[in-house]
């Protein structure tokens, strides 16, 4: 059983637009969500992170929603940028078992100049 | 470099030969996992360490697998007598712990670059 997913396998952007990534997760019990950015032949790296007594992250380019009633998060980007093209992972972990984090399948970025 | 690394990179064996994979973590941090990754899946948990103790053991975690962390420096991840349902992507990443309302979190993990098993 999935419990974080991440329906959209692949998102094509325009160079300078928003890019939208989303994850709906099934534990209610998740309260402490990241998100993760992955080029090729390379490990995944840290990009966000955005704890259940919030709504909102933001960083720079990236800010992160969190709908704890839909058990949903987003990822925005903008303005997109080609050097933004990789793999995003969202995951996800909680308090009473905080050993891991549980990721989604990835959604594959394109950001065309 | 201060990061996460794994070695080798890449590794390409017979079925039902061994292999072993280590991983050096950044050295502040406390925890250390290994997780695996299939094409176009995200990474799936097999196991962690809080210093040299394995605290948790993921089901993926057959008994031909095994990993150490002694000394609570590098670990180690040994899979014995490979299947070509072994080839996958082994990643090793760190974290240091942090705490919440008494409750304890895996913090942001450090992934190293993986090492990629290929089983013929």
């Known amino acids: 059983d999935q419990q974080v997913k991440q329906n959209s396998p692949s998102l094509s952007v325009q160079e300078g637009r928003i890019s939208i990534l989303n994850c709906d997760y099934t534990n209610s019990m998740f309260d402490y969500f990241l998100w993760y950015k992955k080029y090729p032949a390379e490990g995944p790296t840290f990009l966000i992170s955005?704890?259940?007594?919030?709504d909102k992250n933001e960083d720079g380019r990236f800010t992160v929603f969190l709908n704890k009633s839909a058990k949903h998060l987003s990822l925005h980007i903008v303005p997109s940028q080609p050097g933004d093209s990789a793999v995003y992972f969202c995951?996800?972990?909680?308090?009473?078992?905080?050993?891991?984090?549980?990721f989604g399948g990835g959604t594959r970025l394109m950001v065309k100049p | 470099d201060t990061g996460v690394s794994q070695d080798p990179r890449h590794k390409i064996t017979k079925r039902g030969q061994n292999v072993t994979f280590r991983c050096d973590p950044i050295s502040e941090h406390n925890r250390l996992y290994w997780y695996r990754q299939t094409l176009g899946q995200g990474p799936e948990f097999l196991t962690y360490f809080q210093n040299e103790a394995q605290l948790e053991k993921s089901r993926l975690l057959s008994d031909r697998f095994s990993a150490e962390r002694p000394k609570g420096s590098f670990s180690t991840l040994e899979i014995q007598r490979t299947e070509q349902g072994d080839s996958a992507m082994y990643l090793c990443?760190?974290?240091?712990?942090f705490g919440r309302g008494g409750l304890t979190y895996p913090g942001e993990l450090f992934f190293g670059e993986g090492s990629r098993l290929t089983v013929l």
């Open positions: 990443a760190s974290s240091l712990e």
């Open positions: 955005i704890s259940s007594i919030k």
């Open positions: 995951a996800a972990s909680h308090g009473n078992a905080g050993n891991m984090l549980t």
